[in-house]
């Protein structure tokens, strides 16, 4: 039974900072990819960051380069999604997802295997 928890969503004032944490658990080996997803009422979910665990290499939508940080403890099977200068507009519900397989290009597309449940975040 495949686990992947979130933690960390809460709200914040614009310009602040705020580490999301998602450990995974269940999974047979180690997934390909794991990504940060966001996504309001009515919107579609969007592709935040990403990052393949065995070689840490990164991705980012432009919306958020050079204020999210996406990292990884292996050790924990935990992916962080470190947000600095956090605007009205980071406003969403935030969610972890993985996969063993992704299509180098399309890892911030929500079609990832594993999804969890989601943590708020509110920039106001």
């Known amino acids: 039974h495949v686990q992947l928890v979130e933690s960390g969503g809460r709200s914040v004032e614009p310009g602040g900072t705020l580490t999301l944490s998602c450990t995974a658990s269940g999974l047979t080996g180690r997934p390909l990819c794991m990504a940060w997803f966001r996504q309001t009422p009515g919107k579609e979910r969007e592709g935040v960051a990403g990052i393949y665990t065995s070689s840490s290499a990164t991705i980012y939508a432009d919306s958020v380069k050079g204020r999210f940080t996406i990292s990884q403890d292996v050790a924990k099977s935990t992916v962080y999604l470190q947000m600095n200068s956090l605007k009205p507009e980071d406003t969403a519900m935030y969610y972890c997802?993985?996969?063993?397989?992704?299509?180098?290009?399309?890892?911030?597309?929500?079609?990832?295997?594993?999804w969890g449940q989601g943590t708020q975040v509110t920039v106001s």
């Open positions: 997802a993985a996969d063993s397989a992704v299509v180098p290009g399309e890892e911030l597309l929500p079609d990832l295997n594993y």
